[in-house]
């Protein structure tokens, strides 16, 4: 079943407190579309720049994830970035009048609230997975953090936390469905040791901190001064250490929630990845820094993958043979350049020239030499894109494409008779209004000898 892009179907704001700046600030979420993906715009900045929601851009782990591109900051986007992937929304804008994202109750709840209100709307194009097919682990010795994504044909999360003090102890938590995000794990709490908290505080680096966003931990024997001391920072009548050894700030949701908000910070710290990931997330001790090294690492391999040629048995059944080509194409030899189509979807499609040297274009390119033109290449990876776009109308006998632009063409390696050449092409968006624009490359073996941006127009063909 073809999983489609989602992005919202309206507008929605949220406002509330910054809990480093302290400062107020206003986070409106816009519908985007596909592809997308997740992008905070500053508009409280001249020309009001934009931070896509990627691994590189991150800045800072240390008190949260902190983003910068071009000179713009946004700080604390874990919540915010979760809340997006939990409810499946691929593609948001999502502007911001300050630098620090609100921390409301230190979860994700009233952001799932707002963008629930504002609903989810499926767009036309595909949603691509990058599909785990080898265990991936990242390991930071000095905090003892491990990260680990095994395949998996869903999204799952397990996450174990253990900081090596009694009060907190050891605790697991999972999330086998991403459906459950909202109910499970959304409305989880950020969590504080409170000698975490004493620093924060000696240091003015929680101004927006109020003990009604965070769960704090004791883990060590306080007097009363430091109670009354804590009661009246932070506004309370009275602070004091129950029996769990949390304050008496907040009561648990969960007896777990620490290891669940933990999940939620991974979740929404992978959302850097830029692409949903389908595969098993085994986090121990994880963190805002494992957390972006491991994204920066799927992101690599991601990169390394789409540099690989497309895995294709060319021994297979096409999914359309050269007689169904016919019917489908105008074209007719000599300028008939593809031979099979061994797969299309709704977004992408992987055509087969097989080059021999009866070409009627090696005559003269070059009789000594011969070389498979670049322009004849290019046609031949068109004409592939073609059946693409044709395959998504009834009578695709009736119509013909057209060529309105080339672009990023990169010619690597020629083409000589005896090379099987496969061409790959995946849209760059979706078809509207019969404009189809996608970016193709093209291998012989493990090599890419062509790559492209395509534009074409679908045309009926008068009769």
Not at 444 to 456: K, N, P, Y
Request: hydrophobic share 40%; proline share 5%.
């Amino acid at each position: 079943m073809v999983e489609k892009q989602t992005t919202l179907k309206s507008e929605v704001e949220v406002e509330g407190i910054g809990l480093h700046t302290g400062v107020n600030v206003k986070i409106r979420f816009k519908p985007a579309p596909a592809n997308h993906g997740y992008v905070f715009k500053r508009t409280d900045i001249e020309n009001q720049p934009e931070i896509p929601a990627l691994a590189e851009y991150v800045i800072d782990t240390s008190r949260g994830t902190t983003l910068s591109h071009k000179g713009a900051v946004v700080a604390t986007v874990e919540h915010v970035l979760a809340s997006l992937v939990g409810l499946g929304i691929d593609n948001a804008l999502i502007e911001m009048n300050q630098e620090e994202t609100p921390i409301l109750d230190g979860s994700s709840r009233f952001y799932v609230e707002a963008l629930l209100r504002a609903g989810v709307k499926e767009l036309d194009a595909e949603r691509v997975y990058f599909e785990v097919d080898e265990v991936i682990s990242f390991k930071d010795e000095a905090r003892q953090t491990e990260m680990t994504i095994i395949p998996d044909d869903t999204r799952r999360y397990n996450v174990m936390i253990d900081y090596n003090t009694k009060v907190l102890g050891t605790q697991n938590a999972e999330l086998n469905k991403l459906d459950d995000f909202k109910t499970e794990i959304a409305n989880c709490r950020t969590f504080v040791f409170l000698h975490e908290l004493e620093y924060l505080l000696d240091h003015n680096l929680i101004k927006g901190g109020d003990l009604s966003n965070a769960i704090v931990f004791v883990n060590k024997v306080i007097g009363q001064e430091e109670l009354d001391r804590l009661a009246k920072l932070f506004n309370k009548p009275k602070v004091e250490v129950l029996q769990r050894g949390i304050l008496n700030n907040v009561e648990l949701y969960w007896n777990n929630e620490p290891a669940r908000h933990k999940l939620l910070d991974v979740i929404g710290d992978m959302a850097l990845i830029g692409q949903p990931v389908r595969g098993r997330v085994i986090a121990l001790r994880p963190g805002h820094s494992a957390n972006v090294n491991f994204s920066k690492l799927i992101r690599k391999k991601i990169k390394q993958r789409e540099n690989q040629a497309p895995k294709v048995d060319l021994n297979a059944k096409p999914q359309f043979d050269i007689q169904a080509i016919k019917r489908m194409l105008p074209h007719r030899p000599p300028f008939l350049l593809v031979d099979k189509v061994m797969q299309v979807t709704a977004d992408s499609v992987i055509g087969v020239k097989n080059v021999t040297m009866n070409e009627t274009f090696f005559e003269g390119h070059f009789p000594d030499e011969p070389v498979m033109p670049a322009v004849l290449q290019i046609e031949a990876m068109a004409q592939s894109g073609g059946i693409l776009a044709l395959s998504q109308v009834p009578d695709p006998e009736n119509y013909s494409t057209y060529f309105l632009k080339i672009d990023n063409v990169r010619l690597r390696q020629k083409v000589v008779p005896g090379d099987t050449i496969i061409f790959d092409l995946k849209l760059l968006s979706p078809i509207r209004r019969g404009l189809c624009h996608m970016a193709g490359k093209a291998w012989v073996g493990d090599t890419i000898v062509m790559e492209a941006e395509m534009l074409a127009q679908i045309a009926k063909t008068k009769n």
